[in-house]
């Protein structure tokens, strides 16, 4: 029998309620904005975006990238001090490549996203997990760590934390650079939502810190467009900037997405993108609100911090549950959330799990909590 080939990274039965995916909703991907602006390009007689694109990326992308940031982090972000990537996860693989060698040792935080810790293992790096609290990676933590270990790299995400929803502070961010140039490791912040704040503004991008050679800031257009554009940015020194515009693969295949950032570029030039943003900002605040009330509703003994912004509730449950166990049972009710162990790099938080509040709208996102109600029921 022939099988319906796939069209999505993770397909979910039309029947089972996924709450533990974290992509944008279908709904919500702005074929629109996307074909507006492609229409304006393509109708154009310049068709130098079908070349080989220059190695940072763009220049007018770049210059449209710059001008958004600035606006939107509050500080200046020139575009000589961009790189244009396919994503951060190409990003991270990229500086993987280029700044360590098998064996080098990586600093994770605990729990973190357990598909960087993929990219980290495919370079061979040993990881070794930092202690985090509700303001993000504990600095005494890693002071004990570095007493032992010299790591190459530190990879943080800094903003509404995959999983945990946590912000680091501005007080350990500044420390946390400092110590970055003492024991001179690299900092890979991941600033993926960044820009996706609920209600206060988070602390600034690390991108601010980029006139050390330590910090490298790597943002995307996943959660604030559509992953499926696979183009995302580095902000970094230039020192940083020159290694990653002279290296191999980049000699040989040009910038590495000068086709799609050609159409980003009149979202964003259009205003396009922030008023998404903002659209975005109103309907997923109201989801994590529902979500909230859903939880205290229905199984009031999972303890939580309720997240200000990004896409994850990161729950706890009683010490001797067991999430891999209730993923196993939710089966059966056609219900899925993620284990905490995958997001543990030594496989523990065995008791916790991430949910999201993004992906369903309402409905299902309640009919979603009673169903795992009924899975915790009947363990
Ligand atoms: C923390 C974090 N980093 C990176 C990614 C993937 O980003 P990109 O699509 O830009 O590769 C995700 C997606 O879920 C994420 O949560």
Not at 41 to 62: A, C
Not at 92 to 100: E, R, V
Not at 218 to 228: D, R, V, Y
Request: charged share 20%.
């Amino acid at each position: 029998m022939n099988k319906s080939p796939s069209v999505v990274q993770i397909q979910t039965p039309p029947d089972v309620i996924d709450l533990g995916r974290g992509d944008p909703s279908l709904s919500l991907l702005p074929l629109d904005l996307i074909r507006e602006s492609a229409q304006v390009r393509l109708s154009q007689d310049d068709n130098s975006f079908l070349q080989y694109g220059t190695e940072q990326g763009d220049g007018f992308f770049r210059l449209a990238l710059g001008n958004f940031l600035t606006q939107h982090y509050g500080f200046d972000v020139p575009s000589e001090n961009l790189f244009m990537t396919n994503g951060i996860s190409k990003g991270l693989d990229l500086l993987c490549t280029l700044f360590t060698q098998a064996g080098d040792t990586i600093f994770v935080e605990e729990p973190t996203y357990f598909l960087a810790l993929k990219i980290f293992a495919d370079h061979r790096l040993q990881i070794i997990p930092i202690q985090t609290d509700e303001n993000g990676l504990i600095i005494e933590s890693l002071q004990e760590k570095l007493e032992g270990h010299a790591p190459r790299l530190l990879y943080t995400i800094p903003t509404h934390q995959n999983p945990s929803g946590h912000t680091l502070t501005q007080e350990r961010r500044t420390r946390l650079v400092e110590l970055s140039r003492q024991f001179d490791f690299l900092i890979l912040a991941d600033e993926v939502y960044q820009l996706l704040s609920y209600n206060e503004k988070p602390p600034t991008s690390f991108g601010v810190y980029s006139e050390s050679e330590n910090v490298i800031s790597l943002g995307s257009f996943s959660k604030i467009l559509a992953p499926g554009l696979r183009l995302g940015w580095i902000r970094a020194h230039p020192n940083i900037i020159q290694r990653l515009v002279t290296c191999g693969l980049l000699d040989s295949g040009g910038g590495l997405n000068p086709f799609t950032s050609a159409m980003v570029r009149g979202v964003i030039e259009s205003g396009n993108l922030e008023k998404h943003i903002n659209r975005l900002i109103q309907i997923y605040r109201a989801r994590l609100h529902f979500m909230d009330l859903s939880l205290q509703k229905h199984i009031p003994e999972m303890k939580y911090s309720v997240p200000q912004g990004g896409y994850f509730f990161w729950v706890r449950l009683p010490e001797m549950m067991d999430t891999s166990e209730l993923r196993r049972k939710a089966k059966d009710f056609k219900v899925d959330i993620r284990q905490g162990t995958l997001f543990s790099s030594k496989n523990q938080l065995k008791n916790y799990m991430r949910m999201c509040f993004v992906y369903y709208e309402e409905d299902k996102i309640e009919e979603g909590i009673i169903r795992l109600k009924k899975s915790m029921q009947s363990q």
